[in-house]
């Protein structure tokens, strides 16, 4: 069985050119295919991918999403060719040569029209890989089916949420930081890639494929061929050719993309975070944003007599010409990419335990030096396998080559070349150890656990955390982010962070009750030496107290809601929620179970975070920080995770518990982390804060904390029912404050946290931030704004702004409709 005959191809089959004649193709395209493994090839994806996305999205709404995404998919494609034929040069001409045939298309416009009725955190994932697989292709390979495909995507994606009633969402923001670290990581990775398939692909015409130039394109030859071609001088260009050739066997095949081997290592270490995996895609990109530069520069030079019009003339393909801008505008992506990572630099803040770097770099140096040695050794055994036979000298000088990517070696011609079996393997072998060895070592430390803390300041700091006494978010202070100070008699600490000038406290000093006005007031006159307007944030009365004596003003903030374990018991009628959700939880089978995140199986650990990310992807804003916690807090051996999951290990909620220390002993624990499957056991936080109370009671723990709410709280003396009353302030930043809190409800929702906690009947206590001077307030907003939300744009600023005036346009009109 064949495709369509070629004398009526045409009437079937869509080109760039098939438009208006040929007007049904579009269509037609769809149920053809080029041979007989199209056919196979495409029945089997056909039965794979459609039979399923026809279960999920109903029969008509499937049908309709084929036929648009296929009509608009190769309609983009043809709207694209006409637009840009004039300056993509050789692309535009290839793809007018090509025809598209077989179901690709829609099956692709139907899945992702089908991600709209997946949950948020599936269909996140299943759209990044869809579709950074079809801009990799469309880009690199570069046919016209690639771009069929990739507008057919698109399509389908925005005809999704038009199908189940919704708007489509043309951009949705980033928002948390590990969203942000894997869309970096896919990005490097699709640059490490589309280089490879461009180099594999036999007729690759993309945009980008001349970036497989970076690591060059060849193909096997035969040594007795290279000498014969090497023995005619006249032949010097073809010799050098041969040379380059000769290297493409396996091995050099490898050596060739080393360059996209060590970048997709390092993606892995975006993904996680990692700050080395960030430093060394850097030198990697810069390395081959040098490397492109000597290649334009070759390519340019060599072109010289030939270039005319503008355009760079292809000597072996007559006919042939390319735009400039088409060979320089490629070379600009490792350029381009490096500015992404200079640009993305707090997205990856995770470091190794200290040493781990220089055990890897010891390591890395012994393994060249020991296969380095291996070759010359083995190389002068097996000289007789080399023409010409090598002496010493000559393994020597080339073992370093040995090592190199192959793109950085050339145009240097080689010294001598591997004839028998043996030393192909030698020659080839010892880079391929080297780097494999090299990438498992790398690796490894991207796994390797980070929770060992590092540097003097921290240990320090936490010396004093774990013996003395603080407040109960105190264990903040050991987050990424702070910088420590000491009081003169190291027996205090203050963890703080400049902004713009401003000294961000978190929390208030850490240390003895009875030294906290003399560490207020040393911190002062710390601050004030550097120039920095101090500000003492979330601390409690005594701070407050302590500030006031300094003349400071105060202004309440949060309200912290703490249960005492010694006289709590769930019982009574106003404990009925509470008490309902541990039956319910027990007729379920679901159970409380504590864990530690960073031992914690990896089965639990891919639950945790699916959960933080599809609660993340559903909001509006990106993710805070500051002294609100995330994934990355939570991967602390410090830090207890309490879990609701049920008889099948799936886990429908989690919680985190940050230890509260007195006198070397653990006396609380405060809530931190608090996160639910959407489609998971619904009170299961209530269950789990509840199974936390009693638990930690049978530990012996005096509290727990449930945390403060910002911008809320409630009447010195709540309702009998215990709902809470939120009171505006007396003082007129008190009352800028409350209409603040509740113009960010919306958004953030600080003010009906509050009001779930009241379930528990918690005591309330009042956290405040102390200042030194009022007419600071303007830069104390804009540093507490950079520390909680720093990733925060432009756009998202704005978005932010409208959230909140549309909030109060709809209160406004509300209150008018009461009124009348």
Request: glycine letters at 10%; one cysteine or more; charged letters at 15%.
């Amino acid at each position: 069985m064949s495709g369509p005959a070629p004398h009526w191809r045409a009437g079937v089959a869509m080109t760039a050119q098939s438009l208006p004649n040929h007007w049904w193709t579009p269509l037609t395209a769809a149920f053809w295919a080029r041979d007989l493994p199209g056919y196979l090839v495409g029945t089997a994806l056909v039965l794979a991918a459609c039979l399923p996305l026809e279960r999920l999205m109903g029969s008509k709404r499937f049908a309709l999403a084929a036929v648009l995404t296929q009509l608009a998919g190769l309609l983009a494609a043809e709207g694209f060719w006409v637009a840009t034929r004039a300056l993509m040069g050789d692309w535009a001409r290839e793809m007018s040569g090509t025809f598209f045939l077989g179901p690709s298309a829609f099956v692709c416009g139907t899945a992702m029209a089908a991600t709209a009725s997946m949950g948020t955190l599936w269909r996140r994932r299943f759209r990044l890989g869809l579709f950074g697989l079809l801009i990799l292709l469309a880009l690199y390979n570069g046919g016209f089916a690639d771009l069929a495909r990739l507008g057919a995507g698109a399509a389908g994606a925005l005809l999704g949420p038009v199908l189940l009633g919704r708007r489509p969402r043309l951009v949705r923001p980033v928002s948390s930081r590990h969203e942000g670290r894997v869309l970096v990581a896919l990005l490097v990775a699709v640059s490490a890639v589309g280089p490879v398939v461009a180099g594999l692909a036999p007729h690759a015409v993309g945009p980008l494929s001349v970036l497989r130039y970076l690591f060059t394109d060849i193909r096997p030859v035969d040594p007795q061929a290279l000498q014969a071609i090497c023995a005619v001088p006249a032949q010097h260009r073809d010799c050098e050719a041969a040379h380059l050739q000769l290297r493409a066997g396996a091995g050099a095949i490898f050596m060739a993309i080393v360059p996209s081997f060590l970048l997709l290592l390092l993606a892995e270490g975006l993904r996680r975070g990692r700050r080395f995996a960030w430093g060394a895609a850097l030198v990697v990109q810069a390395g081959l944003s040098l490397l492109a530069l000597v290649v334009l520069v070759g390519v340019l030079q060599a072109a010289g007599p030939d270039t005319v019009a503008g355009e760079l003339v292809d000597a072996s393909q007559p006919g042939h010409s390319t735009q400039p801008v088409a060979l320089v505008v490629p070379l600009l992506v490792p350029v381009m990419i490096f500015g992404v990572l200079l640009a993305c630099r707090r997205l990856f803040p995770v470091t190794a335990p200290p040493g781990t770097y220089t055990r890897l770099g010891l390591q890395v140096l012994g393994l060249a030096v020991v296969l380095g040695l291996i070759y010359i050794g083995a190389g002068l055994v097996l000289s007789a396998g080399f023409t010409p036979v090598p002496a010493l000298a000559d393994l020597v000088a080339d073992a370093p080559d040995r090592f190199l990517p192959l793109g950085f070696t050339v145009d240097v011609p080689p010294a001598f070349f591997p004839e028998s079996t043996l030393a192909v393997l030698l020659y080839e072998g010892v880079g391929i150890v080297f780097w494999a060895v090299t990438g498992v070592l790398v690796l490894k430390s991207f796994v390797r656990p980070t929770h060992p803390r590092h540097g003097d300041d921290k240990d320090r700091a936490l010396a004093i955390l774990t013996s003395e006494e603080g407040s109960s978010i105190s264990w903040m202070t050991m987050w990424t982010g702070n910088t420590y100070w000491f009081s003169r008699d190291e027996r205090s600490f203050v963890a703080y962070r400049v902004i713009a000038g401003i000294a961000l406290t978190a929390g208030g000093p850490v240390g003895p009750k009875s030294l906290t006005a003399a560490a207020v007031e040393e911190f002062y006159g710390f601050s004030r030496s550097h120039g920095w307007t101090p500000c003492f944030y979330s601390v409690s009365a005594d701070v407050r107290d302590a500030a006031s004596g300094l003349g400071w003003d105060s202004v309440q903030v949060a309200q912290e809601t703490v249960l005492p374990l010694d006289t709590l018991s769930f019982t009574g009628k106003r404990f009925q929620d509470v008490r309902t959700a541990l039956n319910n939880a027990a007729k379920a089978g679901i159970r409380a179970e504590w864990v530690r995140y960073p031992t914690a199986g990896l089965g639990i650990q891919t639950q945790i975070l699916a959960i933080s990310e599809e609660w993340v992807a559903d909001r509006k804003m990106p993710e805070m920080g500051f002294t609100l916690g995330g994934i990355d807090e939570l991967n602390d051996p410090e830090v207890r995770c309490l879990l609701a999951v049920d008889a099948q290990q799936q886990v429908h909620a989690v919680t985190s518990w940050l230890p509260v220390y007195r006198n070397s002993r653990i006396v609380g624990w405060t809530l931190d982390f608090m996160r639910r499957r959407s489609t998971g056991f619904r009170p299961a936080v209530e269950f789990l804060i509840a199974s936390a109370a009693t638990s930690l009671k049978e530990e012996g723990c005096e509290f727990i904390s449930l945390s403060g709410a910002p911008l809320a709280r409630v009447t010195p003396a709540p309702p009998p029912d215990g709902t809470p009353a939120l009171a505006p302030g007396t003082a007129g930043l008190d009352r800028l404050l409350d209409r603040l809190g509740s113009a960010l409800e919306p958004v953030y929702g600080f003010r009906s946290l509050l009001a779930f906690k009241t379930k528990f009947h918690p005591r309330y206590v009042p956290l405040y931030m102390v200042y030194p001077d009022s007419a600071a307030l303007p830069g104390i907003a804009n540093a507490l704004t950079r520390a909680y939300l720093p990733d925060l744009s432009l756009g998202e600023g704005f978005r932010l702004v409208r959230s909140i005036m549309s909030e109060r346009v709809g209160a406004a009109g509300r209150a008018a409709r009461r009124q009348n």
